[in-house]
């Protein structure tokens, strides 16, 4: 699990106390939280209460990042957050001052071009409801940036915090070792050194 570094300093407009009135908590006031955003700067309101899931969604119109559970269960919700997988639902948006911000909006280049995992996840038939298919293709870009040439059964544990509830991850599975195979030049689910003793995926905040 991904340990909370603490709550970053709120800011100083927060901490002056002139934020607005919270609508239906009047006791509480707006805090302002600056940010990089999907490569952008990014600067919003949101209660002290709110959860980053649900700025980002509400706050921030990014709808992309799903909610399952809300508690942590199903990984839904991932994001990148300084390029380390977090479930969205239990990170509290004022935790994501300064930080480095990725979501699933932001996985395409900017021109539109599909990023090789969304590629493959067409290819592959990896997309059924696709409700789940936004938190996968964020941790499964985290897995591959900590472990580029990842065997199958890496890539299960990685992904074993995001729940399908129609692909049965076969084809999420091929998704991902074909991505792996095109980016490193070996054969899909091949060889790879010894597992880590704690992928990210299984370190992602709230993974169970
Ligand atoms: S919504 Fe299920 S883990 Fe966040
Ligand atoms: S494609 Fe429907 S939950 Fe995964």
Redesign the pocket.
Known sequence: MIAPEGLPSAHPAARSGQGSPVSGNPGAALRTVSCTLNGEPACFGVAPFRTL?DALRHELGLTGT????????????TVLVDGAPV????MLAVEAEGRRIETIEGLAAPGGELHPLQRNFVRCGAAQCGFCTPGILMMAKALLAENPRPTEAEIRFGLAGNICRCTGYTKIIEAVALTASEVCGVPAGGASPAAPARPAAAQKR?AR
């Open positions: 899931l799903k909610k399952g559970c809300d508690v942590g269960d199903c990984g839904a919700c479930n969205a639902c239990l709230g």
